[in-house]
Structure formats: structure tokens, C-alpha cells
């Protein structure tokens, strides 16, 4: 299923596009990976890395070419590595419940309110 979001795309196909869901088990894979002693700075560096790497692997390879759906598939990243607690939680700066809040309103949100036109 091609990336880029069309105006004729329904709600569950849009929201499917805007998780960045290869780069997500990326992170997770790579999570698990990192031994224990190095985890705080492990998981900035894949977290950060990741976070550059997800504009170039739509582009590159889901062909995605609108920037507002890059930007928020970007975005979405950074919500979801929050919500899984990551870099975020062994820098002190984690509060569950906002993760929880954040995910929920934004996976519902924004395919509502995107209308993307390729």
C-alpha cells in the first residue's frame, strides 16, 4: 500500500499512513539491542538517529512527496518513542499518562483533520 495520503483516502487509511510504523519496530528492534550500561545514551542516539532517517525513508522509499505528510509521519515518531517511555524515561523527563494522552489524541486527531492532496 503506497504512503502518500490522497484526498479520496478514508479515515483508516489515512491514519495508517501517518504511523510511522517501520520506523517504530526499527526503534523497538534496536531497543532491545542496546545492553543496559549504555541505554541512556543507546537510546538518544538511535532515537535521534531515527528521527532524521524517517523524512529521507519516505521519501526514498514510500515515495512520499508532500512535506505537511512528512512532517506529521516525523511527528508521530517522536510521540510514539514518548509514549514507549525511551530516551525520555532514562532522562527523567517521562510522565506516562501524558504519553497515554498524547498517542490516543493524536492517532485519532490528526487523520481527521489532514487533507492531503499528492
Excluded: D
Excluded at 53 to 70: C, D, G, H, M
Amino acid at each position: 500500500m503506497p504512503r502518500a495520503i490522497k484526498q479520496i483516502n478514508m479515515y483508516k487509511e489515512r491514519l495508517l499512513k501517518l504511523i510511522p510504523s517501520e520506523i517504530v519496530a526499527a526503534y523497538l528492534a534496536l531497543q532491545g539491542m542496546i545492553p543496559q550500561e549504555h541505554s541512556k545514551w543507546g537510546l538518544l542516539f538511535i532515537s535521534i538517529f531515527l528521527l532524521i532517517l524517517t523524512p529521507f525513508y519516505l521519501k526514498k522509499f514510500q515515495n512520499v512527496t508532500n512535506w505537511v505528510q512528512v512532517s506529521i509521519t516525523t511527528l508521530s515518531f517522536v510521540i510514539w518513542v514518548y509514549t514507549l517511555g525511551g530516551p525520555f524515561e532514562l532522562w527523567g523527563i517521562h510522565e506516562p499518562w501524558i504519553g497515554s494522552i498524547a498517542i490516543v489524541l493524536w492517532t485519532m486527531i490528526v487523520p481527521l483533520v489532514i487533507e492531503i492532496e499528492t
